[in-house]
């Protein structure tokens, strides 16, 4: 269990909440981080679709037994991800009481899960992979004062493309290039309000030279750069992931040059005006 007595001798970690959207290149990121030992990041429970239901079944957090209940629920939600947290059980009423008296929110719930692994695997920083976490910047940011973002953008007909064949967003290029600019400006007022707590790098960066990337990221959140962590192939995680979806397939392999311009296959030319005119400002 995470609420054992040698947690309450460590520090706890530094948080840093990556950002601003989905398929952007962030597990092949996440995943060499994590061949640090100083970082952890687990697969992310991805709050942004568990918000509805909070709004519609949890009224008044102000009362014990509602919190308490989200809590369960989120331990729940937690444990029935695609990809478990290793080695990591929490226990809802430790959760609870040392939350209790804090800002009461859905968010300070998954952090505080996600602080207790951190510390259950040593980390010194932990890093929360729900992207879309950038719409709840401010409430994050009056949560944790001292939260740093990890901005990871990405050419948008690159990421689109990507999107497009997710399904985890809609198969349509309009809506999903409207989904991207909503995520991109979030993530634009982010940084010129908070610039010192936010560090942007291209995807296309990564590819083109992924230990320069990695050494910056590394500097950011304030860990020792390893140079195991281009070795990805030794990642379990990374081997998990590719057997779960063609999506991720990539994601054992150092990352290919070619592979920024693929959109130029998979699209038609009308759909790349169409990003590029809507993604302008960008």
Not at 156 to 185: C, E, G
């Amino acid at each position: 269990m995470v609420n054992s007595p040698n947690i309450e001798n460590k520090k706890r970690p530094t948080i840093v909440q990556m950002v601003p959207l989905r398929r952007c290149g962030s597990h092949a990121l996440r995943l060499r981080l994590n061949l640090n030992k100083e970082f952890y990041s687990p697969y992310p429970i991805h709050m942004v679709d568990f918000m509805p239901l909070v709004k519609k079944h949890y009224h008044d957090l102000s009362d014990d037994d509602v919190y308490f209940q989200l809590i369960r629920d989120l331990i729940g939600v937690q444990d029935a991800l695609m990809v478990r947290w290793g080695d990591v059980a929490f226990d809802p009423v430790d959760i609870f009481e040392r939350i209790k008296n804090e800002k009461r929110s859905v968010l300070r719930i998954a952090m505080e899960m996600l602080i207790l692994a951190g510390q259950r695997h040593n980390a010194s920083v932990v890093m929360e992979k729900s992207l879309d976490n950038i719409h709840y910047a401010d409430e994050l940011i009056d949560l944790f004062p001292d939260m740093r973002f990890l901005n990871v953008v990405r050419d948008p007909r690159a990421q689109i493309d990507s999107m497009n064949r997710a399904i985890i967003h809609r198969f349509d290029t309009l809506p999903n290039t409207r989904i991207w600019v909503k995520a991109y400006d979030a993530a634009r007022r982010l940084q010129q309000m908070h610039p010192e707590k936010v560090m942007t790098v291209r995807f296309e960066d990564f590819l083109a030279d992924q230990e320069a990337v990695m050494r910056r990221i590394s500097g950011f959140m304030g860990i020792e750069y390893a140079s195991s962590m281009l070795d990805v192939g030794k990642s379990e995680e990374a081997h998990k992931l590719a057997h779960l979806s063609s999506l991720w397939e990539s994601n054992t392999f150092a990352p290919v040059l070619a592979n920024a311009e693929k959109f130029r296959k998979n699209m038609s030319m009308e759909e790349i005006e169409l990003i590029e005119t809507l993604t302008g400002e960008h």
